[in-house]
């Protein structure tokens, strides 16, 4: 059995690149192929999801997930977006928007915990009973009726807390207008 052996310096165009050396021994020159490795493959994908997902996080939030998974689940469900540059700035804008209108809203509920902080108190008129005793009792409801016809404000009943008011006096309701605002309103009940 002959042996044989594979000439690779008959081809010009593996000789004019880098990966190969050429050895001098001997009037011989013999070639040696180089082989470079690649760099292994990526296994994580960053990824904007665009929905809540409960496993992962909340809609808008940078995730790094497996390829497999964002190839076969999120991108075809819909759920995610592989991160890009225009993709950020447009994040970047959006959050930007958002806080903005954060800040607005915020803004605008303390001026208006302002308003009714500076109105004074409010009088409710109740049908009396024994000594200072009302019958009913005041709601947050009649203390929305009362802001509505003497602000033409509109005010949600759920933001409203008050003490459990069954007799005449002075009481202090608060309106939770925003997250981090509350308004502190008087309120003077009375009977007829």
Known sequence: MASTSLSWTSSSILQNHSFIKKMNTDNNTTSILTVVAQKKAKKTRKVIL??????????????????????????????????????????????????????????????????????????????????????????????????????????????VSLPEIRETGEYIAELKLHPEVTARVRLTVFAN
């Open 50 to 159: 665009k929905d809540d997902f409960t496993a992962l996080g909340k809609k808008g939030q940078l995730m790094d997930v497996k390829a497999g998974f964002y190839r076969n689940y999120l991108f075809p469900m819909g759920m995610a977006q592989i991160v890009t540059p225009s993709l950020l700035k447009e994040m970047k804008t959006e959050d930007e928007r958002i806080e903005a209108e954060k800040k607005r809203v915020k803004e605008e509920a303390q001026q208006l915990a302002m308003i009714f902080e500076t109105v004074g108190a409010f009088k409710v008129k109740r049908k009396g009973g024994k000594g200072k005793q009302i019958f009913g009792s005041v709601t947050a409801q009649d203390l929305v009726d009362i802001i509505k016809a003497q602000l033409q404000r509109d005010v949600d009943k759920r933001i």
